[in-house]
């Protein structure tokens, strides 16, 4: 992006371009949707769209971005030490949330968690994670933070692929159990 976040016209204009992606990516594919359909619909020029995104997936992740930070929340939504048999409520939230986006973040999450998405996803969980260790004086912030962003990136986009069969409160116990186990494990 070229233009200061700070500017309110340049938010309007973002802010219109994500909501017309979310609303074209409900009713088709993102790999069907034109920049040409999505600048008639925000009602803003085709300039102006390449002024704030250099493409439609940066676009996309962009408009994207919430579900990122609440999963980042939704992880971190706990105090005291963690029951691996209790996730957090926003954990579960995050996660029936998904479904009416899923298409969209299927197509920018790939299997694995890769994809343009699940780089952003890992990387913001990653650095929330380690923070919070080193914070706390746990072992090997690194080391697990890492783990704890590969892990979640993962299995969610493999669940929001079809790979793992859950229903989202399954994946909410599953996924919070996984990630309080590789918070416990001692290493040497």
């Given amino acids: 992006m070229t233009v200061p976040p700070a500017d309110p016209r340049a938010a309007r204009t973002?802010?219109?371009?994500?909501?017309?992606?979310l609303d074209e990516?409900?009713?088709?594919?993102?790999?069907?949707?034109?920049?040409?359909?999505?600048?008639?619909?925000?009602?803003?020029?085709?300039?102006?769209?390449?002024?704030?995104?250099?493409d439609l997936d940066a676009l996309?992740?962009?408009?994207?971005?919430?579900?990122?930070?609440?999963?980042?929340?939704?992880?971190?939504?706990?105090?005291?030490?963690?029951?691996?048999?209790?996730?957090?409520?926003?954990?579960?939230?995050?996660?029936?949330?998904?479904?009416?986006?899923?298409?969209?973040?299927?197509?920018?999450?790939?299997?694995?968690?890769?994809?343009?998405?699940?780089?952003?996803?890992?990387?913001?969980?990653?650095?929330r994670s380690r923070a919070e260790r080193a914070l706390a004086g746990a072992d090997r912030p690194d080391l697990i933070a890492s783990a704890v962003a590969a892990t979640f990136a993962g299995v969610l986009a493999d669940w929001l692929h079809g790979l793992i069969e859950a229903t989202p409160d399954q994946i909410t116990h599953r996924i919070w159990c996984l990630l309080v186990t590789l918070h416990r494990a001692r290493l040497p």
């Avoid at 973002?14 to 992606?21: D, G, K, P």
């Avoid at 009713?27 to 359909?37: C, D, I, N």
């Fill in 60 to 127: 996309a992740v962009d408009a994207c971005a919430d579900v990122v930070r609440d999963a980042v929340d939704a992880l971190h939504a706990w105090h005291g030490t963690p029951d691996p048999a209790s996730p957090p409520p926003a954990l579960a939230a995050f996660f029936t949330a998904l479904a009416p986006h899923a298409a969209l973040y299927r197509a920018l999450l790939r299997p694995g968690g890769g994809g343009p998405l699940g780089q952003v996803l890992h990387r913001d969980l990653r650095a």
């Fill in 14 to 21: 973002r802010a219109r371009l994500r909501q017309a992606l």
């Fill in 25 to 54: 990516c409900a009713r088709r594919p993102l790999a069907e949707v034109s920049v040409a359909v999505l600048v008639r619909r925000a009602g803003v020029g085709r300039a102006t769209f390449y002024l704030h995104y250099g």
